[in-house]
């Protein structure tokens, strides 16, 4: 199986389609992100930032000079019965005005979350400002480990761990919980866009059961290939994968340097899900603005 999966990736080239950038919670510019792709000899990438699409314009932009495929993505917050769980859009037009309005409203909401927990450290002892955590996350997509830095520079822990052990975990007195849609409506807004929407790692934050429900109200596919899945993992949600006709994405869920290894690359997903999302995006929206304007090549 290793050698044919090897092989695989020969014929088809190698991708990595969940990378974050500095719009969202990642540590590297849109940019950098296309440049360290080409130094890995990825074919083709995706930046799936949290509810955020300022890197894609930059990357398109960059990826025309490295010669890489881009494909816009998306990772949206979503939450079903008690699960918290992410969904990953691509292939979007992500200037799709339902889309923006959505992006909108999820930035005001983690504007509004982070001032909160602020409000909670200071009540602890811990006299960061809001100010701070705005100018550490710039243009990007506020969340906590915007906070973790600043938690880290101003002295108050030594490392992104003691960071949420102490004030930031979901069982901290500081926690506040994150503004999340349905699943119905992350499907609604990406397929809306005609894009396609899947199932982001699962069985980190979403369990068997859960997966099944959101076959049923419409995802087009499933993450088989992450950084934290074991093979055996990737063998059965590819089995569930072929048993509805799903599609499979895979990546890194790279974040730049935040973390001690920079993983973009360092996953073996392989072109040909790409090439069946296209043929499944052709059947879906025949003139879809990408798919279309690459036939005409």
Do not use: W
């Not at 996350?137 to 880290?152: K, N, Q, S, T, Y």
């Not at 088989?224 to 949600?237: G, Q």
């Not at 995006?281 to 005409?296: F, W």
């Amino acid at each position: 199986m290793a050698v044919k999966r090897k092989e695989t990736l020969k014929l088809y080239g190698k991708v990595d389609l969940h990378i974050h950038s500095y719009f969202s919670d990642g540590s590297f510019s849109p940019e950098e992100i296309i440049r360290r792709a080409s130094i890995a000899g990825l074919r083709a990438i995706s930046i799936a930032d949290h509810d955020n699409v300022k890197a894609i314009d930059p990357a398109f932009q960059a990826a025309s000079v490295f010669n890489i495929e881009f494909i816009p993505g998306i990772e949206i917050s979503a939450r079903h019965e008690d699960f918290d769980l992410h969904m990953l859009g691509y292939f979007f037009d992500h200037k799709n005005q339902e889309l923006l309005e959505y992006i909108k409203v999820f930035q005001h909401e983690r504007k509004t979350r982070a001032a909160k927990i602020v409000e909670r450290l200071n009540d602890v002892g811990v006299p960061i400002s809001i100010n701070d955590v705005i100018a550490k996350a710039g243009e990007g997509a506020i969340g906590r480990p915007h906070l973790v830095d600043v938690l880290v520079e101003q002295g108050y822990v030594k490392s992104h761990a003691e960071a949420f052990e102490k004030y930031l975990g979901d069982q901290c007195p500081t926690y506040v919980p994150k503004f999340k849609i349905s699943p119905e409506e992350a499907i609604q807004i990406i397929h809306h866009a005609q894009g396609l929407i899947f199932i982001a790692h699962p069985g980190l934050d979403l369990n068997e059961s859960g997966v099944y429900e959101l076959i049923k109200m419409g995802v087009d596919g499933i993450e088989t290939i992450h950084t934290r899945h074991m093979p055996s993992d990737t063998f059965y949600y590819r089995d569930i994968v072929n048993k509805y006709k799903l599609l499979e994405s895979g990546g890194s869920d790279c974040h730049g340097d935040r973390r001690e290894d920079v993983a973009l690359g360092k996953v073996d997903v392989s072109y040909r899900l790409v090439e069946k999302m296209k043929s499944r995006i052709r059947e879906l929206y025949p003139n879809h603005h990408l798919v279309r304007s690459e036939a005409r090549e």
